[in-house]
C-alpha cells in the first residue's frame, strides 16, 4: 500500500528544486545534474493526480510543445544517421527538451504557484555571481600589479585581462553569462519591481542588482549580451515609459553604462578587438579566420551549402557535426575545421542536421508565443523569447545542456494557463 507524502512537504520539496535549479545555473552550474533530478522526482506526475487531458495545460502561447516536437524530430533523425554514437550522446544532452514539458503538463500549476519566488531566486543568483567574478578579478589584478612591482614578473608581457571575457568569467561561457544576466534585469524590471516590498529589497532588487548585473553584461564581453542590453533598454522604456522615476534611473543607467564602456575600450586592448573583430568580419571576404566573429562567417557559409544539399531532411541527428567538419576540410576553412566548430547558429544548426522543416518548428518555438506574449502584455515573457531569438542566431545554444535548461525551465515557468490574460 502506497503512503502519499503529506501535501505540505511535498510543495515544499517542490519549491525548493526549483528555487535551487535557478540559484544553480549562474552560481554553481557543476552541481545542476543532481538537482534536476531532484525536481524530476519532486514533480513526477504521479505524484498528483491528473484531471482532464494533460495536454490542455498548453496551447500555442507556450514554446513547450513546439520544443517538444523539436526533440521527436530529433529521435526520428536517428533513422537516417551513421554516427549512432554522435546521435544518442546528442539525444541526452537535450533530453530535457522532452522531459520539462512532460513534466509541466503533470503539475502545470507548480510552476505557477512559485514563479514569483523562483525569479527572484535567479535574479539574486545572477547578481551575486556578477559580485564574486569582479571581486575575483579585483584580487587577481592587484596580486599581479604586486608582482609586477617588485620584479617578479617577467619584464615585456602585457596586463592580463582579467576584466574581460573568458579571463573574467572562467567557469561559465560569457555569452551564456550574459544572457542569464540580461534575463535576471528583466525579471527586475517586469516580475519583482512592482510588488510590495520593504525599502531595502526595492532599493536592492530595483537598483543595486541591476547595477551588478549591467556591469557584468559590459565585462563579459560578449557582443550578443551587449545588443541583448540594449534591447532590454528600449522595451523598458518602452513599456514603463510613464513612470518618471524609470525614465530618470534609466538615462542614469545608460549615460554610466556608456562612460564605463568608454573607460574599458580605452583601457583593454582585448575590449577593443571585440569591436575590430566584428567589423573586420562584417567587411572581410578571404576565407580565413583567427577569432570567433570572422569564423562564424565561414560556418554559416558552409551550414547553407550543407542545407541546400539536404534542404528536406537534414544530414542526420548523428552526422551534422561529421558533415560540417568534412565541409570544413574541402574548403580549407582551417580554424573552424582546427576547432570542429558547430554552426554557430541554433536555426542553422538545426537546419543542417533535419532539414528547414525542423528548423522552422524550432522557429515557431519563439515566433509563435512570442505573438501571444505581445498580445497579452507578458512583457517579461516577451523578453525572454527576444533574448532567447538573437542569441540563438549566432550561437548553437541548445547543443549544450546549460543552454537547454535555460530555455525549457524558464518557458515552463512563464507558460500561463491557456486562454489566460495576465502574465508576469
Not at 24 to 37: G, I, K, Q, S, T
Not at 386 to 404: D, F, H, K, P, R
Request: proline share 5%; charged share 15%; glycine share 6%.
Amino acid at each position: 500500500m502506497d503512503i502519499p507524502m503529506p501535501a505540505s512537504i511535498l510543495d515544499r520539496v517542490r519549491q525548493g528544486a526549483l528555487g535551487a535549479v535557478a540559484l544553480a545555473m549562474p552560481l554553481w552550474p557543476d552541481v545542476l545534474p543532481a538537482l534536476l533530478v531532484l525536481l524530476v522526482i519532486a514533480l513526477l506526475p504521479w505524484q498528483r493526480p491528473f484531471t482532464g487531458l494533460p495536454f490542455a495545460s498548453l496551447d500555442g502561447s507556450s514554446p513547450l510543445p513546439w520544443v517538444l516536437l523539436w526533440y521527436a524530430i530529433h529521435v526520428l533523425g536517428m533513422v537516417w544517421s551513421t554516427n549512432s554514437n554522435h546521435g544518442w550522446f546528442d539525444l541526452e544532452v537535450k533530453l530535457l527538451a522532452a522531459l520539462i514539458p512532460i513534466l509541466f503538463m503533470g503539475a502545470p500549476d507548480v510552476w505557477r504557484r512559485y514563479r514569483t519566488a523562483v525569479l527572484r531566486c535567479f535574479l539574486w543568483a545572477s547578481a551575486l555571481t556578477m559580485l564574486f567574478l569582479m571581486l575575483r578579478a579585483g584580487w587577481l589584478f592587484q596580486a599581479e600589479l604586486r608582482l609586477r612591482a617588485t620584479g617578479h614578473y617577467p619584464d615585456g608581457l602585457p596586463y592580463t585581462n582579467i576584466f574581460y571575457s573568458s579571463y573574467f568569467s572562467p567557469w561559465l561561457h560569457p555569452s551564456y553569462l550574459a544572457m542569464y544576466a540580461v534575463f535576471a534585469l528583466a525579471v527586475s524590471a517586469f516580475a519583482v519591481s512592482r510588488e510590495d516590498r520593504s525599502r531595502w529589497s526595492h532599493l536592492a532588487e530595483g537598483r543595486i542588482l541591476p547595477a551588478l548585473l549591467v556591469v557584468g553584461v559590459v565585462l563579459c564581453a560578449s557582443k550578443i549580451g551587449w545588443s541583448a542590453l540594449v534591447l532590454l533598454a528600449a522595451q523598458v522604456l518602452g513599456v514603463r515609459w510613464k513612470e518618471a522615476n524609470v525614465r530618470r534611473w534609466l538615462l542614469m543607467g545608460a549615460l554610466s553604462t556608456a562612460a564605463f564602456f568608454t573607460v574599458l575600450l580605452v583601457s583593454f586592448a582585448g575590449m577593443r578587438g571585440k569591436i575590430t573583430e566584428a567589423w573586420a568580419a562584417l567587411q572581410g571576404t578571404e576565407d580565413t579566420a583567427h577569432d570567433s566573429s570572422a569564423a562564424r562567417r565561414l560556418v554559416w557559409s558552409s551550414a547553407g551549402a550543407l542545407i541546400a544539399e539536404h534542404p528536406w531532411v537534414g544530414s542526420g541527428t548523428g552526422d551534422v557535426k561529421d558533415e560540417l567538419v568534412r565541409t570544413y576540410a574541402d574548403r580549407q576553412y582551417t580554424y573552424p575545421l582546427e576547432h570542429r566548430l558547430n554552426a554557430h547558429s541554433q536555426f542553422l544548426q538545426t537546419a543542417v542536421a533535419l532539414g528547414i522543416p525542423a528548423a522552422l518548428v524550432l522557429l515557431a518555438s519563439v515566433l509563435v508565443p512570442l505573438v501571444f506574449a505581445f498580445r497579452r502584455r507578458q512583457h517579461l515573457f516577451a523578453a525572454f523569447l527576444v533574448l532567447t531569438a538573437i542569441n540563438w542566431s549566432v550561437e548553437s545554444m541548445l547543443e549544450v545542456q546549460a543552454g537547454v535548461i535555460f530555455f525549457v525551465f524558464f518557458a515552463a515557468l512563464l507558460t500561463d494557463r491557456p486562454q489566460s490574460r495576465t502574465g508576469a
